[in-house]
């Protein structure tokens, strides 16, 4: 069976913020991304773009991740 990288674990914990942070959106209208680091502040772009780089990055390994 083959190890997850650092870089599989970080991919994984952004989706999961990502995805809790939609969820909050969702269901109780709380954005967690902007209210820490504000609306359309730098941070707040970075955030959103590594969740979004990171789900790229699973989705191209995630067959790698189901033979291990």
């Given amino acids: 069976m083959e190890k997850l990288t ?6 994984v914990a952004l ?3 990502g995805g809790l942070n939609w969820g909050l959106v969702g ?5 967690l991304v ?18 979004a ?5 699973l989705g191209v390994i995630s067959t790698k991740l189901c033979k291990s």
């Fill in 27 to 31: 269901l109780l209208d709380f954005n």
């Fill in 15 to 17: 989706v999961v913020v």
């Fill in 53 to 57: 780089v990171s789900a790229i990055y």
């Fill in 34 to 51: 902007t209210t820490i680091f504000g609306y359309a502040s730098v941070l707040t772009k970075a955030v959103y773009a590594l969740v």
């Fill in 6 to 11: 650092l870089v599989d674990w970080v991919a």
